[in-house]
């Protein structure tokens, strides 16, 4: 339906400053955690990580896209049903419209200039209270250790963990009418949030610190924004169709 991957995966990108308040602190003790099992603090040095603690890293982030592509998967198939989308050319601009507006509100909340996503996450805590026990069978604070397996599972299940940026790119990956389509939409996302969610893993407390900085997410929010602001721009067909398209998540019907 037009959608193009390049605008999601950056907003994945620059919205992974959020991840840093929101998850970065257990990223870092689930992956550098010894295989006694025992929690330690997060390392601030900037040392080569451990091969040990590199294959943690890697898995749970592994786990976590692939929930992200299951989700997306599920999204894409409830539009596919939907079928409206694909068939009439109104309701099609109009979802795109949703879209790119999704984006620019995520913009705005990545900046603290708007909190409305976060009554999205307080919805999204019905489904966490049934997901949330489960991670004490993979915690390495269990004593049964943290190998790649555990930390699969644990970043599959940290996955489904309220979040209004995952909640808005749901939108997006609804709207590609198709379950494959939603799994690629979550997959380029995915990608795009794994720098940073690999970065805190491995280097820990400093580079958390060094996110949480205001001038940092207004940056990177701004830059959301101008993603969304663009797409509606060119939604309502106020810009030319150009190499611009490639930004921009826009109605292939439109283009």
């Known amino acids: 339906m037009g959608i193009a991957l390049l605008p999601v995966f950056m907003v994945g990108l620059l919205g992974s400053v959020h991840c840093a308040g929101m998850c970065g602190g257990i990223v ?5 955690a010894p295989a006694r099992g025992r929690a330690v603090p997060v390392p601030v040095r900037l040392v080569p990580p451990a091969r040990p603690a590199l294959v943690n890293v890697l898995a749970y982030n592994a786990g976590r896209i692939a929930s992200y592509m299951l989700a997306g998967a599920l999204a894409g198939g409830i539009g ?7 068939r009439l050319p109104a309701l099609q601009t109009g979802a795109y419209w949703m879209a790119n507006l999704m984006l620019a509100l995520l913009g705005l909340y ?5 909190r409305g996503l976060a009554r999205l996450e307080q919805g999204g805590r019905i489904l966490w209270r049934r ?3 489960l991670l004490r069978h993979v915690r390495p604070s269990n004593g049964a250790g943290s190998g790649p397996a555990r930390m699969l599972a644990a970043g599959a299940l940290w996955g489904w963990l309220p979040c209004g940026m995952v909640y808005s790119v749901l939108v997006t990956a609804m709207l590609s009418g198709s379950a494959a389509g939603g799994a690629l939409v979550m997959l380029a996302f995915g990608l ?10 491995l280097l ?10 205001r001038g940092v997410r207004l940056a990177c929010g701004a830059l959301v ?14 810009l030319p169709h150009s190499w611009l398209e490639t930004f921009c998540v826009t109605p292939g019907a439109a283009a």
């Open 28 to 32: 870092g003790a689930l992956s550098v």
């Open 225 to 238: 924004l101008g993603f969304g602001l663009l797409g509606l721009a060119r939604a309502a067909g106020g």
């Open 131 to 133: 997901v949330q026990p």
């Open 110 to 114: 990545l900046m603290d200039a708007w």
């Open 192 to 201: 795009g949030t794994l720098p940073m969610l690999l970065g805190l893993g």
């Open 80 to 86: 596919q049903g939907a079928g409206a989308l694909s």
């Open 204 to 213: 820990g407390a400093r580079l958390r610190a060094g996110l949480r900085l």
